[in-house]
Structure formats: C-alpha cells, structure tokens
C-alpha cells in the first residue's frame, strides 16, 4: 500500500532529446508527489511536485504528467542537458500539518550525452 | 544549500560500535525527518520529529533511536551497528502547515568495517 514503483532504473539520452521518468503509486490516499534531483554526493533537492486534483504542471523544462484513474505519474525533462545527468527520484507522502513523510521510489540514474 | 546541516559528514566505525548523527534544521523549521539511503534499499523513512515530538516511524531499526531537542535540532543514534547499516543517512527539515515542501541536508556517509 506504501510502495511507489518507478522506472527505468538508468535513462541514456542525448543533448536536447526528452527524458521520461515514470512512477505508480498504490495507495490512493497519497495526495502529494515530488520529484528530486540528486547529484552525487549531494542530498536530495525538490525539483517539482503535483497534487492529484491537477493533470498536469510545468515549471521550465520539467513536467509533472499525472492519471489519476491510473495511480500513474510521470517526469518529462525537455531539451535535455548534460547538467541534468543526476539520480532522479519520484515520491509520494501524504500531507498533514506536521509534515510529509516521503515514499521514494527506486530512482532512475539519468545520462544526459553531449 | 539547502539551510539544512549534518555532522559529521563521513564517519567510519567498526561493527558493534554506537554512533550518533547530528541534524540541525532550517531556521523556523519544526519538522525534522531522517532518511536512510542504501544502494540495495534506496531511499527509506526513518523516524520524524515535530516540534520535540515523535510524529511518525518508518522503517526503524529498534538498534536506532532518534530525539529531538528544544532548540529543534535532532540526533539520530546507532547502536549494535552491522556491515549492513553501511549507508547515507540524510536529515530534511519543513516548516508548519501543510503543503510545506521537505528540505534536504547534505548526509552522513556511515560506513561499518
């Protein structure tokens, strides 16, 4: 009921192409779903997130795609570029006044060729 | 940076040895959370703190306890460690009300020979 699946584990893309990340959730009471960019070394960082009541939301070159009916969810990187390459990680939580505890899924290892 | 800071940021010790990792949150933050990230887990709840108290556990080792002080920073301790609690441990840190988005500090890498 916790678990969020995502895939592919590793992405090869070249320079400009679109890097798609997809995620599925089960438990339908999740109402907020983050996506991190992590880069070696570093801790995770929130790149950008959706609520279930919107389809969609872009902010630059990323896109959220949400389905609701499907528990899918998925990442869309456009124009990508070699500063992209990083660990992406889809997640899941369910919001309340203290806090969201974040269901990760596996992540994907993005490769972004010049 | 994310405001959010952990000490020490490696730390390498031998099995049945106790450690404890330090977190210190975002200025204003009230929600502190601890994550454990290995590469055959991925990325894992612990434990999370609101304003001094536990709020929720995760997938938490009864080897590993957490606390929260008043001054809002937070321990996360180790003990009894095994090869297998080789991992990043990473502190995130929100702010109240709902909505607020999770800040990530920068990790401790634990390594157990």
């Known amino acids: 009921q916790q678990q969020v699946k995502q895939s592919p584990q590793s992405l090869i893309v070249q320079k400009g192409g679109i890097s798609i990340i997809n995620c599925a959730y089960e438990?339908?009471?999740?109402?907020?779903f983050p996506w991190y960019q992590q880069f070696p070394g570093k801790g995770p960082a929130l790149l950008i997130a959706?609520?279930?009541?919107?389809s969609e939301k872009k902010e630059g070159r990323f896109t959220i795609s949400f389905n609701k009916s499907a528990k899918q969810f998925s990442l869309h990187i456009m124009d990508s570029q070699p500063g992209d390459s990083a660990t992406y990680f889809c997640?899941?939580?369910?919001?309340?006044?203290?806090?969201?505890?974040?269901?990760f899924g596996e992540g994907t290892q993005l490769t972004v060729n010049p | 940076d994310s405001g959010v800071t952990q000490t020490p940021k490696h730390l390498i010790t031998a099995t049945g040895q106790r450690v404890t990792l330090r977190c210190s949150p975002r200025?204003?933050?009230?929600?502190v959370y601890w994550y454990q990230q290995s590469l055959d887990q991925g990325l894992q709840f612990l434990i999370q703190?609101?304003?001094?108290?536990?709020?929720a556990k995760g997938n938490i080792l009864e080897r590993f306890s957490a606390q929260q002080f008043p001054d809002l920073h937070s321990e996360l301790n180790l003990s009894s460690l095994e090869l297998g609690d080789s991992a990043l441990y990473f502190c995130?840190?929100?702010?109240?009300?709902?909505?607020?988005?999770?800040?990530f500090g920068p990790g401790t890498r634990l390594t157990v020979l």
């Open positions: 995130a840190s929100s702010a109240p009300g709902v909505g607020q988005r999770e800040y």
């Open positions: 438990n339908t009471a999740f109402d907020y």
């Open positions: 959706i609520r279930p009541d919107v």
């Open positions: 997640a899941a939580s369910i919001r309340e006044t203290s806090g969201s505890r974040l269901t």
């Open positions: 200025s204003g933050d009230l929600s």
């Open positions: 703190y609101y304003n001094g108290e536990e709020r």
